[in-house]
């Protein structure tokens, strides 16, 4: 079945570093792509999305490509900030029915 | 426009019983979710509702029972509590399927001793 794969965390990181986080999908089909974010003792928000190949989404200085060849959608931020600091989760959705989330990556970011 | 709400935010329940969690939208979505979030699990899918008067399983559903009451309101209910079910769920919302993403709920975090 369809499922996501993510990088084990936590991430720790300075502020103003550069961040990384993997992510990469099993799918039959065309599935659209998310990454959503998880601030402390808060519900989960969608922080971008891309719906077809070669797709970049874009939100708050955070980006992620949707690369079907290598069937990866990995978030990059330039420059991070304390805040942050959240969990985050990348999913799939396929045929319009659920979401198919990763296990989560915890980033750290210290000032 | 409150978005997803949920009730209660914390519940601590003894194993046997049983109680209802809450959920309701103000956006007139069709499609309404419900996950438990376990760490180093992520979120799975208990119950889904595609529209109302209609409900289908997801990964997880054993152990719940949902109603869609009608298309604010989307209830799960655990009959006979289980300490495997402690658990953050939380609650989803969508105007149809996910395709776009969903709007979730703020959780409800429950404990079962």
């Known amino acids: 079945g369809d499922s996501v794969t993510q990088m084990e965390g936590p991430v720790t990181l300075s502020e103003e570093a550069f961040l990384t986080i993997n992510c990469t999908y099993t799918?039959?089909?065309?599935?659209?792509l998310f990454w959503y974010v998880q601030y402390p003792g808060e519900g989960l928000q969608l922080l971008l999305k891309?719906?077809?190949?070669?797709d970049k989404g874009s939100n708050k200085g955070f980006e992620a490509t949707y690369r079907k060849e290598t069937t990866s959608f990995h978030l990059e931020k330039g420059s991070v900030q304390v805040s942050d600091s959240a969990v985050y989760f990348c999913?799939?959705?396929?045929?319009?029915?659920?979401?198919?989330f990763g296990k989560g990556t915890t980033l750290s970011v210290s000032s | 426009n409150a978005g997803v709400t949920q009730t209660p935010k914390f519940q601590v329940l003894k194993t046997g019983q049983s109680m209802t969690l809450q959920c309701a939208q103000d956006?007139?979505?069709?499609?309404m979710y419900w996950y438990r979030q376990d760490p180093g699990m992520g979120l799975r899918l208990i119950y889904y509702?595609?529209?109302?008067?209609?409900?289908d399983k997801g990964e997880v559903p054993n152990g719940y029972n949902v109603s869609r009451l009608n298309k604010r309101e989307f209830s799960l209910r655990l009959e006979s509590a289980a300490p495997s079910q402690t658990s953050v769920y939380f609650c989803?919302?969508?105007?149809?399927?996910?395709?776009?993403?969903?709007?979730f709920g703020p959780g409800t975090r429950l404990t079962v001793l």
């Open positions: 989803a919302s969508s105007l149809r399927g996910l395709a776009g993403g969903g709007f």
């Open positions: 799918a039959t089909g065309y599935p659209s």
């Open positions: 891309a719906t077809k190949a070669d």
């Open positions: 999913a799939l959705n396929q045929a319009g029915t659920a979401l198919i």
């Open positions: 956006m007139n979505h069709n499609s």
């Open positions: 509702s595609a529209s109302e008067g209609t409900t």
